[in-house]
């Protein structure tokens, strides 16, 4: 198939810098791959930005398109687990790393990518979720599967602006929980407020890492930022809380003693939604689109088109965006 495209395509220069520009790619250069799908929308993840400028730890092959969420039909497969003209959705795994991504009009990836996508998620409602929303509804069960309630106290969110933070405490908001969200954005607090955060601290409360334990505050913890903050919230959990773990917005690693797992079993769960078993994925895309469905999803949501795309993953690198950015890629 000989079809040109639109595309966002970053390319490395012989100086080891890094420009972005809106060009044409070809279909027949795509990676193989048994499933073609013509993208509707993607969507920007901080690991977008970071592709996006050349961070050897998400791409190191050059000309590259990223954009690891995708939602779209398919356009050609040799798969028999999916047709022509399948409602799908693609995200995580390699897709946007090495390989081309749904900053692209097409991608082209194994069927083991794709899921169907759910009959009551629109579109555009799937790329407000995307590999974000994937996450923290993982997240979110984790707590309700560790045994948690709206009536078992509040739950702290992290990096609360954010991709993850800003969907967990709309879903969270939904199923009835107290939500208090931590960020450093003071002009951010209506914002967290209209999806469902009943407080909003700074995040400098939580930085406070010199005593081994402190008093008792929360039932459960959604957590992307790592470090002093992570450690903070084991300290500070009510007997039996349940502490999700999935970023390193903060720091790669954190201290703390043994005591928050001792002394009040708490129990720290890592989340990972780039490679996680397909039956998970599905299931927790199924819940999106129901239990998990909030009606704040529009105010979590920005609508960009792909010539727009540069000034936004800036904007993210910068540490001044907020929310859920879709890009439609018609």
């Not at 590259?64 to 398919?74: E, L, M, S």
């Not at 799937?126 to 509040?154: K, Q, R, W, Y």
């Not at 209209?194 to 081994?212: F, H, T, W, Y």
């Not at 992307?224 to 009510?238: E, H, P, Q, R, T």
């Amino acid at each position: 198939m000989s079809t040109e495209f639109k595309a966002l395509i970053v390319e490395k220069a012989e100086d080891g810098s890094f420009s972005r520009s809106i060009g044409s790619r070809n279909v027949a250069d795509l990676p193989e791959g048994n499933v073609l799908v013509r993208v509707q929308y993607s969507s920007l993840n901080y690991k977008d930005a970071l592709s996006a400028t050349g961070n050897p730890g998400v791409s190191r092959n050059f000309p590259h398109t990223p954009g690891i969420d995708a939602v779209g039909v398919v356009e050609q497969s040799e798969s028999d687990q999916f047709s022509v003209g399948d409602e799908v959705i693609v995200t995580s795994y390699d897709l946007g790393m090495n390989t081309s991504g749904g900053l692209g009009q097409f991608i082209r990836v194994p069927d083991s990518w794709v899921l169907k996508r759910p009959e009551h998620l629109s579109a555009q409602e799937a790329m407000t979720f995307g590999t974000a929303g994937l996450t923290a509804g993982l997240m979110v069960n984790a707590l309700l599967e560790g045994g948690l309630t709206p009536d078992s106290g509040p739950v702290l969110v992290t990096g609360a602006t954010g991709g993850v933070g800003s969907v967990a405490i709309a879903i969270l908001a939904k199923l009835g929980f107290t939500v208090t969200a931590a960020s450093g954005k003071r002009d951010a607090h209506d914002f967290l407020k209209s999806l469902g955060a009943n407080e909003v601290i700074d995040r400098e409360e939580l930085s406070d890492n010199s005593r081994p334990m402190f008093k008792t505050v929360w039932a459960g913890v959604v957590d992307v930022v790592g470090g002093d903050m992570l450690s903070n919230a084991l300290k500070s959990c009510k007997y039996n809380g349940v502490v999700t773990c999935s970023g390193l917005v903060g720091a790669t690693d954190f201290t703390t003693s043994i005591f928050p797992f001792i002394l009040r079993g708490v129990r720290l769960i890592g989340i990972d939604s780039v490679e996680c078993d397909m039956a998970v994925r599905t299931a927790a895309w199924q819940k999106l689109s129901s239990d998990f469905k909030t009606h704040k999803l529009d105010e979590l949501t920005t609508e960009i088109t792909l010539e727009e795309v540069e000034a936004h993953l800036l904007k993210m690198l910068e540490g001044k965006s907020h929310g859920r950015v879709i890009v439609n890629m018609a």
